[in-house]
């Protein structure tokens, strides 16, 4: 089972700040990974996919980088909606699929 | 616009079957060669995969569930069924159904559904 680890567990920024969320493989993923946000109540929604590419509609922002082992997502300039959880999930070795523990952004 | 709708039992006792359906709208569940999959994330915790179906009926499962868990299709009713057996505390959580979009990854989820077990 391939481990994601998501690093720091929280992150405590100001609107306008820049963001960066790490997620470490414990075994290569090439480039299959995702990033998803999660909203207190609310299901995750895909970012990220192929560890760099925008889903659609997700703003410019956002933007994923890496491959291998390890990635990293960040955000230019946090909104006040992007404060909220963010998970990393893999998809090159499975079953089983795994996600990172989640990265809380909050609002410092 | 493709949208998923979980629904089911609230509370489950414990060492019963946990069974939920997703409801799809929007599109055929048959259309396509998509995976439609259960996630589920205990209160306060992270995301855990339980499985998926595909179009061709062929299941993959979590290795951790997999002596618990059936994933079905019911393609008349245009929904998909998991049903977890011998439940425990350390089964309840939000439950959530979601599909592969065109690059195989989770997009769109459902608003998920909250499974207590308890006596």
């Known amino acids: 089972e391939i481990v994601l680890t998501q690093s720091p567990v929280t992150l405590s920024l100001s609107p306008g700040e820049r963001a960066t969320l790490s997620c470490r493989a414990s075994?290569?993923?090439?480039?299959?990974l995702a990033w998803y946000q999660q909203k207190p109540g609310q299901a995750p929604r895909l970012l990220i996919y192929?560890?760099?590419n925008r889903a659609t509609g997700i703003p410019a922002r956002f933007s994923g980088s890496g491959s291998g082992t390890d990635f990293t997502l960040t955000i230019s300039s946090l909104e006040p909606e992007d404060f909220a959880v963010y998970y990393c999930q893999q998809r090159f070795n499975w079953p089983p699929l795994t996600f990172g523990g989640g990265t809380k952004v909050e609002i410092k | 616009q493709l949208q998923l709708q979980e629904s089911g039992s609230g509370l489950v006792k414990p060492s019963q079957t946990l069974s939920l359906t997703c409801a799809v709208s929007g599109d055929s569940i048959s259309s396509g060669s998509y995976s439609w999959t259960w996630i589920r994330q205990p209160p306060g915790k992270g995301l855990e995969w339980i499985g998926f179906?595909?179009?061709?009926?062929?299941?993959y499962y979590n290795p951790s569930l997999k002596s618990r868990v059936t994933i079905s299709v019911d393609r008349s009713k245009n929904q998909f069924s998991l049903k977890l057996t011998s439940v425990t505390a350390a089964d309840t959580a939000v439950y959530y159904c979601?599909?592969?979009?065109?690059?195989?990854?989770?997009?769109?989820w459902g608003q998920g559904t909250l499974v207590t077990v308890s006596s």
């Open positions: 192929d560890a760099s």
């Open positions: 075994q290569s993923v090439s480039s299959y």
């Open positions: 979601a599909r592969e979009n065109d690059y195989s990854w989770f997009d769109p």
């Open positions: 179906i595909y179009h061709s009926g062929t299941t």
